[in-house]
């Protein structure tokens, strides 16, 4: 793939009034009624369902791929699937292939709850359904009513899809402030208003609070309830009913609920609550709370968007910290003599070209005449190179970044490879379409694949497909 004569060439383009989405290879447009793989030489459609009514609008999906080494009880499970959540509070299991309904479960029962979001515990194994934050309408607040119920949360096991259970987020619970919950890798997140973020163990909330098990399509009377689990109109009980406040494994103060965790040995990323910190982010131990040597990280950038940090998503334990102009990533190790102390430490840096940039506050022109500029290119300005997207491809270990420069109304991308182990560049890819920075972009790279999605006003939307071509006579093709 990275040889100097492999190109990569778009090879299809299309348009939409709606949104476009991307998944392993297959490319889902009309509110996934349309699927097109990206795996051939030539995109192609595998399915096109007729259009689907509004009520049966979808408003999340995740896909679904057959673990290996398991049995597992239906020849259906043995092939990807796609997991819908409808407008309609109905989480259906769709062929990836077809999209044949394979499964249907409704969610919602008496209590009237709007659910919107999927997202993972553990990936491909335990799955969340989220519903959308409890507001009472204007007049009940003007009657004094109070909502204490703020989310619901479903909790599903997949490969067999299996019912855990269902839980309220309580403000007697939890507190009046709550602004949003997550559930990732076993740990209950409770975000707050203040910029507070507190831990809770979600594994042990489940055990120590669950009043009946359920299963789908069992028959069930609860709480004067009579009605099929999963089944319309009952939907599925809320069994975990969360009486106390649970122990608290980790609370922190961030700026807008900031909050990350990863590294070895296990460390933490937060900016200060404060506006004036924006920008500034402090890496600090897990276990005692303690900064690590260099572990306040600043770029001091003077630009539109602000920069970014996370954790490495090769495991490695790695940071990746990302400015306008800059890429670092960076390591955790010990300190020398100090081995309970940790240390911030440069790995490699990813420059952007700026070579040609001349930003010069005091010109002399030809006659001789002092010029002095009133202001100061940002360090995002559209017309220098700007990086815009960092991704990490696991297959092939690579880094990708995608850097854009804007000249005139005119907007030029390209999508480099590096090493992810050194940062050597190894390949760059140019982009054929006008790239502009007010759009809103996605770009990913699969195997021999790449993949642009564009989002313009008034809901716009694009795809451009690049495939990997290894023949030089064809080097010179548009």
Same mark, same amino acid.
């Given at each position: 793939?990275?040889?100097?004569?492999?190109?990569?060439k778009?090879?299809?383009?299309t348009?939409?009034?709606?949104?476009?989405?991307?998944?392993?290879g297959?490319?889902?447009?009309d509110n996934?009624?349309?699927?097109?793989?990206?795996?051939?030489q030539?995109?192609?459609?595998i399915?096109?369902?007729s259009k689907?009514?509004?009520s049966?609008?979808i408003e #999340?999906?995740?896909?679904?791929e057959?673990?290996l080494g398991?049995?597992?009880?239906s020849?259906? *499970? &043995?092939?990807?699937?796609?997991?819908?959540?409808?407008?309609?509070?109905?989480?259906?299991?769709?062929?990836?292939?077809?999209g044949?309904?394979?499964?249907k $479960? &409704?969610?919602? =029962?008496?209590?009237?709850?709007?659910?919107?979001?999927?997202s993972?515990d553990? !990936?491909q +194994? $335990?799955?969340?359904?989220?519903?959308?934050? /409890?507001?009472?309408p204007?007049?009940a607040?003007?009657?004094g009513?109070?909502?204490?119920?703020?989310?619901?949360?479903?909790?599903?096991?997949?490969?067999?899809?299996?019912?855990?259970g269902?839980l309220?987020i309580?403000?007697?619970?939890?507190?009046n402030? $709550?602004?949003?919950?997550a559930?990732?890798n076993?740990?209950l997140?409770?975000?707050?208003?203040?910029?507070?973020?507190?831990l809770? /163990?979600?594994?042990?909330?489940?055990?120590q609070?669950? +009043?009946q098990?359920?299963?789908? =399509?069992?028959?069930?009377?609860? /709480?004067?309830?009579?009605?099929?689990?999963?089944?319309?109109?009952?939907?599925?009980? @809320? /069994?975990i009913?969360?009486? #106390?406040?649970? !122990?608290?494994?980790?609370?922190?103060?961030?700026? +807008?609920?900031?909050?990350?965790?990863?590294?070895?040995?296990?460390h &933490?990323?937060?900016? !200060?609550?404060?506006?004036?910190?924006?920008?500034?982010?402090h890496?600090?131990?897990?276990k005692?709370n303690?900064?690590?040597?260099?572990?306040?990280?600043?770029? %001091?950038? @003077?630009?539109?968007?602000?920069?970014w940090?996370?954790f490495?998503?090769?495991?490695?334990?790695?940071?990746?910290?990302?400015g306008p102009n800059?890429?670092?990533?960076?390591?955790? %190790?010990?300190?020398?003599?100090?081995?309970d102390?940790?240390?911030?430490?440069e790995?490699f840096?990813? $420059?952007?070209?700026?070579?040609? @940039?001349?930003n010069?506050?005091?010109t002399?022109?030809?006659?001789?005449?002092?010029?002095?500029?009133?202001?100061?290119?940002?360090?995002? #300005?559209p017309?220098?190179e700007?990086?815009?997207?960092?991704?990490?491809e696991?297959?092939? *270990?690579?880094?990708?970044?995608?850097?854009?420069?804007?000249? =005139?109304?005119?907007?030029?991308?390209?999508?480099d490879?590096?090493c992810n182990?050194?940062g050597?560049?190894?390949?760059s890819?140019?982009l054929?379409?006008?790239?502009?920075?007010?759009?809103s972009?996605?770009? &990913?790279?699969?195997?021999?694949?790449?993949?642009?999605?564009?989002?313009k006003p008034n809901?716009?939307?694009?795809c451009?497909?690049?495939?990997?071509?290894? #023949?030089?006579?064809r080097d010179?093709?548009?």
């Amino acid at each position: 793939m990275c040889q100097e004569s492999t190109k990569f060439k778009n090879v299809w383009t299309t348009h939409s009034a709606s949104p476009i989405a991307y998944e392993r290879g297959r490319i889902y447009m009309d509110n996934y009624q349309c699927c097109i793989t990206s795996i051939a030489q030539q995109p192609r459609l595998i399915y096109q369902k007729s259009k689907c009514a509004k009520s049966e609008k979808i408003e #999340d999906a995740l896909l679904l791929e057959c673990p290996l080494g398991e049995m597992l009880p239906s020849p259906s *499970d &043995y092939k990807a699937s796609l997991i819908v959540l409808t407008v309609q509070n109905w989480l259906l299991r769709l062929s990836a292939d077809s999209g044949e309904v394979l499964e249907k $479960v &409704y969610l919602a =029962g008496s209590c009237c709850k709007f659910f919107r979001y999927l997202s993972w515990d553990t !990936p491909q +194994e $335990v799955m969340i359904v989220k519903s959308a934050q /409890n507001k009472l309408p204007a007049a009940a607040r003007q009657a004094g009513i109070q909502q204490t119920v703020l989310f619901y949360l479903a909790v599903f096991q997949v490969l067999p899809l299996s019912f855990i259970g269902m839980l309220e987020i309580n403000k007697k619970i939890f507190g009046n402030s $709550v602004t949003d919950v997550a559930v990732s890798n076993g740990i209950l997140i409770v975000m707050y208003s203040m910029g507070l973020v507190r831990l809770y /163990n979600f594994k042990a909330i489940l055990e120590q609070f669950m +009043e009946q098990p359920f299963h789908l =399509g069992q028959e069930f009377n609860w /709480n004067g309830q009579v009605g099929i689990v999963g089944k319309y109109p009952f939907g599925l009980p @809320c /069994n975990i009913k969360i009486t #106390d406040t649970p !122990p608290l494994l980790f609370e922190a103060s961030s700026l +807008e609920n900031a909050f990350q965790i990863g590294g070895y040995p296990w460390h &933490y990323i937060i900016t !200060p609550n404060k506006k004036k910190h924006k920008g500034v982010f402090h890496i600090c131990s897990l276990k005692d709370n303690a900064l690590a040597k260099n572990g306040i990280q600043d770029m %001091k950038c @003077c630009s539109l968007e602000p920069d970014w940090i996370y954790f490495h998503p090769d495991m490695s334990g790695r940071i990746i910290h990302v400015g306008p102009n800059l890429i670092k990533v960076l390591k955790l %190790k010990e300190v020398k003599n100090h081995a309970d102390q940790m240390e911030i430490a440069e790995d490699f840096t990813i $420059v952007a070209n700026r070579e040609n @940039c001349v930003n010069n506050n005091v010109t002399v022109t030809a006659s001789g005449r002092v010029v002095k500029k009133r202001f100061t290119l940002l360090d995002d #300005d559209p017309e220098q190179e700007t990086f815009k997207i960092v991704d990490y491809e696991d297959e092939l *270990d690579l880094l990708s970044t995608v850097a854009v420069t804007q000249i =005139g109304a005119d907007g030029r991308a390209h999508l480099d490879f590096h090493c992810n182990e050194h940062g050597i560049l190894l390949k760059s890819i140019p982009l054929k379409e006008s790239w502009d920075v007010t759009y809103s972009h996605e770009v &990913y790279f699969d195997k021999d694949l790449v993949l642009h999605i564009e989002q313009k006003p008034n809901r716009r939307f694009s795809c451009y497909v690049y495939q990997m071509v290894c #023949d030089t006579a064809r080097d010179d093709d548009p």
